[in-house]
């Protein structure tokens, strides 16, 4: 029984479960993959002792920069982007990934129209999920990246890791008049919180604007930027693709996105 699961502060929402669970019968392992509440201040314990039990797990809000020191060894785009989204365990030892990045970068890929990486991407946000989206965008090739924040400290800091352009807060909307794809990484737009404010009036024609954000699936950024004929991006597209490399690290086998899934899927966020 290969034993999996998702860790985090809370929890109960998460739809990894549903997408692992699928594979796991797809697939015909004999595995479970569950969910585990954590609260911060038993990280390190809890940690330790689902990890003689279990071959890995998925990590999420808050914990998937704190993780870092519990583990025994990290590969190169975990350290790079500062942040592990999932864990394989292997005879104790603790190894941190992070496959948000191969998650946003294949959402680009697969989008039904193809998106312009000799052009420049705007990212909105500096978070761990806006780092995650930048070495994806330079994986995919970005001739040119800016990033606006909120607070200039974090964008200053992401742009100096990356070697990116940091744009302060106030001027996110001029920096949208050359660009070919607008990501917002911010929590704004999740059911609960504000809406983000962003005029998408100045952004070229054939711009396209995805949003990490899939509860809801069209946040008023996506509706406003259908509206004006852009292309639209989902952040569904990153969760489904992200959980691909975990599940192969655990499991031995790369899945598929089939249509059985995704209907899954979309009746869950309906
Ligand atoms: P994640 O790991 O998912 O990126 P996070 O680290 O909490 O989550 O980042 C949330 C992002 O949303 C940050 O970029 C935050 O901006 P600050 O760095 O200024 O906090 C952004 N954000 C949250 N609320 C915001 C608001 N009301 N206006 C602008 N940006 C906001």
């Known amino acids: 029984m290969i034993r999996t699961g998702v860790i ?5 929402h998460s739809l990894s479960p549903l997408i692992h669970n699928y594979w796991i019968d797809k697939y015909g392992f004999d595995g479970h993959y569950g969910t585990h509440e954590i609260a911060p ?19 999420t809000i808050p914990h998937k920069q704190r993780v870092i020191e519990l583990c025994d060894t990290l590969d190169d785009t975990a350290q790079k982007i500062g942040a592990v989204n999932t864990l394989v365990i292997d005879s104790g030892k603790i190894h941190g990934t992070n496959t948000d990045s191969f998650g946003f970068a294949e959402n680009i890929r697969q989008a039904e129209f ?14 761990g999920a806006a780092r995650g989206v930048i070495h994806a965008l330079q994986t995919l090739g970005f001739q040119k990246i800016k990033i606006a924040n909120r607070t200039l400290e974090k964008t200053q800091a992401i742009a100096k890791d990356f070697g990116v352009e940091a744009i302060e807060w106030k001027k996110r909307e001029q920096a949208g008049a050359d660009i070919s ?3 917002n990484t911010t929590s704004l737009g999740m059911t609960g919180q504000l809406p983000l404010e962003y005029d998408l009036h100045n952004l070229p024609p054939g711009a396209a604007v995805c949003d990490i954000v899939y509860k809801p699936l069209y946040t008023v950024l996506l509706h406003e930027a259908q509206k004006r004929g852009l292309g639209v991006i989902t ?10 490399p975990a599940f192969a690290a655990w499991y031995g086998t790369m899945p598929d996105i089939d249509e059985n899934l995704q209907r899954k899927i979309d009746e869950a966020l309906a």
């Open 181 to 183: 794809l607008l990501v």
């Open 114 to 127: 193809r998106v312009d990486i000799n052009g420049t991407a705007l990212v909105l946000g500096a978070g």
């Open 235 to 244: 952040g569904i597209g990153m969760l489904l693709h992200q959980a691909r």
């Open 8 to 12: 985090g502060y809370p929890v109960q």
């Open 41 to 59: 201040s038993d990280l390190s314990d809890t940690l330790k002792k689902l990890s003689t039990e279990y071959a890995g797990f998925n990590v």
